[in-house]
């Protein structure tokens, strides 16, 4: 009956580093989700995204937040000035000082349809 004495203690430590472990995983999990929360949101909006949304991403500081022009021309009306071809032209290759490659590719064709039917 010659127990050693650190056994309790011994006890203790394991429970409270498995405890810490168990934690800290729990943590990197929710940290995770919250960084996943933030950034897959966006990534996901590339792809996902409606046209409005994207059009508020990158568009709205040149064509302003009511189509009505800023550092580009105004949008409405677009659809009487260019076919959905043209317009998916213009989103791809950019036109003047404006960008090329702000839509990508599996939108162009929803977006140029989107900006025809501006009013
Ligand atoms: C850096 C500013 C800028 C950004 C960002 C921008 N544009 Fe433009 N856009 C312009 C300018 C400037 C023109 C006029 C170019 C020219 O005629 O030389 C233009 C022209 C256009 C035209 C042709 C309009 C016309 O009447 O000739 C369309 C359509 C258009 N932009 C759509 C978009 C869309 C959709 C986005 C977002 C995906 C976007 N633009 C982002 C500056 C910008």
């Not at 056994?7 to 810490?20: A, S």
């Not at 943590?27 to 950034?39: F, I, P, W």
Request: net charge negative.
């Amino acid at each position: 009956m010659n127990r050693n004495p650190l056994i309790p203690f011994g006890l203790i430590m394991v429970f409270g580093l498995g405890l810490m472990f168990l934690l800290s995983f729990i943590g990197l999990d929710n940290a995770k989700e919250l960084a996943n929360g933030g950034k897959e949101t966006k990534n996901e909006d590339v792809s996902a995204a409606s046209p409005e949304e994207i059009y508020q991403q990158q568009c709205l500081s040149c064509h302003g937040a009511d189509f009505g022009g800023g550092a580009g021309p105004a949008l409405i009306g677009v659809g009487d000035k260019y076919s959905s071809e043209e317009i998916q032209d213009i989103l791809k290759n950019g036109k003047g000082i404006m960008p090329p490659n702000l839509v990508p590719g599996e939108k162009l064709e929803e977006m140029a349809q989107w900006l025809i039917e501006l009013k």
